[in-house]
């Protein structure tokens, strides 16, 4: 709350412009909907010259490998880092050609800056095309991501001009919605969700200073506390192949048409997204796993999946990185039931299966948000609140507030 309050106090003088709700209105009751008509014929159908002068806009090529790896190179160096500038997301290459390439991918929403002598790549932000679920509305939406500028670029209100640009080639589409999320509290959340951790190799997340040695405690009982079994115990569970994807399709759907908001997947996102292939991600970025039951006669009955982002430690030089698998999409035959004690329990049962194959897969750290039925697992499986937030937001539409993740007590 105190966050909200100072930063109510900005006067956001660019955000004011824009079609998303302020927050004084983000709790009311509204009507949900498009907050602005776009005409179409009014939409400039070329990009104004860049801002600033010796700096040009250059829309980028992905397919090509050097490109990508100016994408990744910036990223590295100037994207997203905690307040106290210890850790930075470091997306590899095969991760960023993964999410930036995802079925519908448009080159045009690659939007990049560079400098006009050197060429150098000052800036980037993207958009890629979901169809997203509000409740019972459908939008065809971009999803905007990437939105990074050059360290020596900052402060000179940049982000606005090149947040206009990817706006102007989304309505050029007839995309007059956008979902993105930020850690940062901007006008206004349409739901805001908390960071829990799970230590995999404690005493590494120590020695970069990720996790305190709690008061009272010793680090080997910290190291005790968090150790694993080598095997998983679920029956039947396996990795994920392509011959699943119709199956995972008809469980993920069914799982997410309960949610208030949700992507709505086609078959092709659900194979890009959750099945690992080495020609888009040389190094592995997806893991995914089903359960195939053989008293059912093979049939799926859950899956699960995490992605690995890794975060670069700020001038480590024993521990440069830090591996972290973040809980993806999973889904399960037992949310159907009504059996909410069985709910908990078989999530639970699979949440520490994926605990320990990531485990095996080397992570150091397991990531999971305050969202579907994380809740039902968080505490058991030995997870913490993070101080970080992810705060989700909706442009140009208008929605109720959805609340982050379910209430452990009544599951709703
Ligand atoms: S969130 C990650 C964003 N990236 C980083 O944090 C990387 C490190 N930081 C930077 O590169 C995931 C810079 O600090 C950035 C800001 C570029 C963040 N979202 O140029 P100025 C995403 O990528 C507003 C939205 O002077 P700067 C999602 C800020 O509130 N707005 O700042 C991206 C202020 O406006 P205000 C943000 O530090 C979603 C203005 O920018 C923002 O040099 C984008 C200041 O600009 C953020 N993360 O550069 C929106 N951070 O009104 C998509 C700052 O408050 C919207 N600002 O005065 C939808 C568009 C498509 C619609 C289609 C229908």
């Excluded at 400098?115 to 993207?126: E, G, M, N, P, Q």
């Excluded at 402060?155 to 007059?176: D, F, N, W």
């Excluded at 919605?177 to 850690?183: L, P, V």
Aim: aromatic fraction near 12%; proline fraction near 5%.
């Amino acid at each position: 709350a105190s966050q909200r309050n100072t930063k109510d106090m900005a006067s956001h003088k660019f955000w004011q412009t824009q079609p998303v709700p302020k927050f004084e209105d983000a709790m009311k009751p509204v009507e949900e909907g498009p907050i602005k008509v776009i005409d179409p014929a009014r939409v400039p159908k070329e990009a104004p010259p860049f801002a600033v002068q010796g700096f040009e806009w250059d829309t980028l090529d992905l397919t090509d490998e050097g490109q990508l790896q100016e994408v990744y190179e910036l990223l590295t160096h100037h994207y997203v880092e905690d307040d106290e500038a210890m850790f930075r997301f470091n997306y590899s290459s095969s991760f960023l050609n993964w999410a930036l390439k995802a079925p519908g991918w448009r080159k045009d929403w690659h939007i990049g800056v560079r400098a006009t002598t050197s060429r150098r790549l000052v800036a980037f932000i993207s958009g890629i095309p979901v169809s997203l679920r509000v409740r019972k509305n459908t939008l065809s939406c971009s999803e905007i991501n990437f939105l990074c500028i050059h360290k020596k670029l900052r402060s000179k209100r940049l982000a606005p001009v090149l947040i206009q640009e990817v706006t102007r080639r989304c309505y050029v589409q007839g995309v007059y919605q956008a979902i993105y999320t930020a850690g940062i509290l901007l006008p206004a959340p349409v739901s805001t969700c908390r960071y829990f951790h799970r230590s995999l190799n404690w005493e590494k997340l120590y020695e970069v200073g990720f996790s305190p040695l709690p008061a009272g405690s010793t680090k080997q009982r910290q190291i005790a506390r968090y150790k694993l079994p080598k095997e998983t115990e679920t029956p039947g569970l396996r990795p994920m192949e392509t011959k699943d994807v119709d199956a995972v399709l008809d469980l993920l759907k069914r799982y997410l048409s309960r949610m208030d908001m949700a992507q709505e997947f086609s078959s092709e996102e659900v194979a890009h997204w959750l099945v690992h292939d080495e020609k888009i991600c040389p190094e592995q970025v997806v893991w995914s796993y089903v359960v195939e039951d053989a008293n059912q006669g093979g049939k799926l009955t859950d899956f699960f999946s995490f992605y690995c982002l890794e975060s670069t430690v700020i001038g480590n030089t024993k521990h440069p990185t830090i591996r972290a698998a973040y809980l993806f999409y999973y889904a399960t035959e037992t949310a159907f039931t009504g059996d909410q004690k069985a709910l908990k329990e078989r999530l639970n049962g699979l949440m520490h299966d994926a605990l320990v194959l990531a485990k095996k897969a080397n992570f150091d750290v397991f990531n999971a948000l305050t969202l579907l039925h994380n809740p039902l697992f968080l505490e058991d499986q030995k997870f913490g609140a993070g101080d970080g937030q992810l705060n989700y937001y909706l442009y140009n539409y208008r929605a109720n507030y959805i609340q982050g993740g379910v209430d452990p007590k009544t599951n709703k």
